[in-house]
């Protein structure tokens, strides 16, 4: 009884912990934030690919330092997996901001209002079970790195220009 308990209440204090963490990345680094949920709302398919590409390129190194039989080898490839793990949070904030944002245009809330609700639901929606799990965690999870990569490097989607008119020859 006591396991259960304890599983319990884990996920209960990471329930609350997420929303906190996440608005306390967006009231912290409000440019960062936003470049990440612009990334997220101008540009989603790039910042798909620009995730897959990150957690690629961060999950053969985490997991070759996880299989060697070294002690600190091992040390770093943890560390590797929570900094990784950590600075994606940062995509997820733009994420949620993105939410937020679409939320407060629908109903009439305060932006930090709409903001921990979006990031409540996000969580509600990894949470559920098997197509939450399978699909839109995971999904999730590469659109933060994604978001991250584009707002830690300071790359914004480029502004789409109209072509010049060009005026129409009149007869005299």
Partial sequence: MADISAIFFILLIIGIAFPAMLTAWWLLFPAV???AQTRVDKTPMQTFWMGLALVIAVT??????LALPFGPAK??????????????????????AHLGKRLTDQSNISPLNGFIRSSVILEFAAF?????????????????????????????????????????????
């Fill in 33 to 35: 934030i936003s470049r």
């Fill in 75 to 96: 040390f770093i490839g943890w560390i590797l997996l929570a900094a990784s793990l950590a600075l994606s949070s940062i995509g997820s904030a733009g994420i949620t």
């Fill in 128 to 172: 559920f079970p098997i197509l939450g799990w399978f699909f839109i965690w995971p999904l999730i999870l590469i659109m933060a790195f994604g978001a991250t990569g584009f707002a830690l490097l300071n790359w914004m989607p480029r502004e789409k220009t109209q072509p010049a008119a060009t005026p129409i020859p009149t007869q005299a």
């Fill in 60 to 65: 053969i190194p985490i997991v070759i330092l």
